[in-house]
């Protein structure tokens, strides 16, 4: 990762995640405080939902402004090429329309993971079609993309243990979050995806779990 914070500042990165119309709760959510001869409380066994919808984010750099573009992908449709291809055209519209200045300048640059409906020749192909910079990402490793490290566990967080019905409710309740989502927060995420990139070239590569970067 480049030294210069402005080359932070220019990148943009996403990725996409399914989110369930019930996720159990973390282990600190479902605690409950008992006096020490209360009887242990009971808890039925839970299972995520099989009611789902995945959402596709684009979450902007490290100068403080935040989510450049979302989107959930119409039911029945995977994330493949030619539908993520088809992102990419709306992504640009979105940052034409809130990164202005980047996009006159053509100074901001892709960041996604290796996953293969963003490696393939298609999108490569039409990401050097408009001279769109890509931030290369290396192979397994989530602990360095924004979106899984920090994004979507801050997101996911807030919905644990809250049931949804539909698919409707699902997606109104991401998109609240989202629009609220305070600018500190990107801050946060891009200060810790310098500090990981640092402790990963040190490490010569060494994968890490969890918060040992932090």
Known sequence: ??????????VITGDETWV???????????SQWMGKLSPRPKKARQSRSNVKAMCIFCFFVF???????YEFVPR???VNKHLYLNVLKRLRVAVRRERPEAWTNNTWMLHH??????TSLLIREFL?????TVVPQPLYSPDLAPADFFLFPQLKSSLKGRRFQTIEEIEDNWTRDLRAFPQNKS???FQNWKKRWARCIKSGG???????FD
């Open 63 to 69: 100068d403080w402004k935040g989510i450049v573009h």
């Open 20 to 30: 369930y119309g019930y996720d159990v709760e973390t282990k600190a959510q479902s």
């Open 76 to 78: 029945g449709e995977t």
């Open 128 to 132: 050097t079609k408009h001279e769109t």
């Open 187 to 189: 801050q946060d995420a």
């Open 206 to 212: 060494e994968y890490f779990e969890g918060n040992k």
């Open 113 to 118: 993971d290796t996953a293969p409906a963003h």
């Open 1 to 10: 990762m480049n030294a210069d914070e402005n080359f932070l500042k220019n």
